[in-house]
């Protein structure tokens, strides 16, 4: 029942104008709705106040995770120090709601001997399948936090397939509510998300050729892969920056080229001041991954910014970076944090650091380079322009390509990833 302010205050404590004023609004407080309008006279009834429907929030137990493996085949052979690729291999992940809403993951895969804590494939498809899916099912699927905790109860490894599932159930989400994926992560701060351009491996006429055309066509930042070889790589980095004068911004990637054969950091550091004076924006991951003392060492001896990605796995790799002042800038691909769970909170943690991030993977697939512009549109003071670039080296991929305004991918309110999934063209290129 609704009371009045007055009921709760004893007769004995009214003067006789408080006793008024209480008998004047109880009188318009009349608990039947029927109040007298002393201004006209005359009864006056109150409309019922509309009460909107209860609502219904979508369910968001998952009721079903599957996955297969695909292979994806590139444009052109990329190469870098430890590897080359003519074709990518990924793992799909389809994850169904009780709600009926759908979402899509992917995960890029080395292959062996390059796959990263020995996960093939084929495991990653056998882990989502008969492990990680089955002990998930059942799960609210907003509570990433359980979810990846259940996941490593199940299996203490397997960062790409768990990357695949974590992509797949923010797709998810994203269709139940309605909204993008980077509206889920806080975002998006940006909807138009810049990347970079990276060049691999190539002989120096034809790198400075694609150096040219990459400058012809916009692009700001280049990218290029050195490692292999020390002579080589000053030779490339001089016929560059020869014709491209120093307005054009590169950079330069070892992928942990000078580890074992190079690995000690006295030489690792001679070979980095050797490139350094190409004025370079960054110098990425020039030891191995294991070796945060010898990157440390790197990063203190070299005056340009040094970026740590190989070593960058987990939120406990980037509290030790920082700690040991191993780099002076953080990369996060998402198919090494397990997905945009874990990705976040080593952003916050760079935040609170006062540390930059870089972002992206140049090696992937559509819906994997998507899920990193949410997350880096979502991520305030990231060290733009990313790397989520992959997807512009698939000749065939299992969804259509991103959307793309010059050199930025363009995000929109489309719900989920807000990528076109085909999954009759994804299925034609099942291998796993």
């Known amino acids: 029942m609704r009371c009045s302010p007055f009921s709760v205050m004893s007769a004995g404590t009214f003067s006789p104008g408080m006793r008024k004023a209480r008998w004047r609004y ?126 490593e109860a199940a299996l203490t490894a397997n960062p790409f397939a768990k990357t695949s599932i974590d992509i797949a159930l923010h797709d998810a989400v994203g269709h139940a509510l309605g909204i993008p994926v980077a509206a889920l992560l806080g975002g998006p701060i940006v909807k138009e998300v810049p990347f970079l351009y990276s060049i691999g491996n190539f002989p120096t006429d034809e790198l400075v050729d694609k150096a040219v055309e990459a400058v012809e066509n916009g692009y700001t930042l280049l990218k290029l892969r050195v490692g292999i070889d020390q002579k080589t790589d000053v030779r490339n980095l001089a016929a560059v920056r020869e014709r491209l004068g120093d307005d054009i911004h590169i950079g330069v990637d070892f992928n942990a080229g000078l580890q074992e054969a190079h690995g000690r950091p006295d030489k690792a550091i001679a070979w980095v001041r050797a490139l350094e004076r190409f004025n370079l924006d960054t110098i990425e991951q020039p030891v191995g991954a294991w070796d945060l003392e010898g990157l440390a060492r790197v990063t203190a001896a070299i005056d340009t910014p040094i970026v740590a990605d190989e070593s960058m796995w987990s939120l406990h790799d980037a509290q030790r970076i920082i700690s040991m002042h191993a780099a002076d800038i953080l990369k996060i691909k998402l198919i090494k944090t397990r997905g945009l769970h874990q990705a976040r909170k080593i952003a916050n943690l760079c935040e609170s650091a006062g540390v930059p991030l870089v972002i992206g993977h140049g090696i992937a697939g559509v819906v994997q380079n998507a899920a990193e512009a949410h997350f880096a549109a979502s991520v305030p003071g990231w060290k733009a322009p990313g790397e989520f670039n992959g997807f512009l080296k698939m000749k065939q991929d299992i969804a259509a390509p991103l959307t793309v305004v010059g050199h930025n991918i363009i995000l929109t309110d489309a719900p989920g990833l807000g990528v076109d999934y085909q999954v009759s063209e994804a299925k034609s290129l099942k291998v796993a």
């Not at 369910?59 to 297969?68: G, L």
């Not at 190469?79 to 709600?99: D, N, R």
């Not at 001997?113 to 609210?140: H, K, M």
């Open 26 to 151: 109880e009188k318009r407080y009349d608990m039947s709705r029927f109040l007298y309008c002393r201004c006209r006279g005359r009864p006056y009834i109150v409309p019922e106040k509309a009460q909107s429907p209860p609502r219904e929030d979508p369910t968001m137990k998952i009721e079903r995770v599957a996955a297969y493996g695909v292979l994806l085949p590139q444009k052109v052979v990329y190469t870098t120090a430890v590897m080359s690729y003519s074709e990518l291999q990924t793992v799909v992940t389809e994850v169904t709601l009780e709600g009926g809403a759908t979402g899509v993951g992917q995960a890029s895969i080395s292959r062996a001997p390059y796959s990263a804590f020995g996960e093939t494939l084929e495991g990653a498809v056998n882990a989502i399948n008969n492990y990680l899916g089955p002990a998930i099912l059942g799960l609210e699927a907003t509570a990433m936090e359980v979810v990846h905790r259940r996941m």
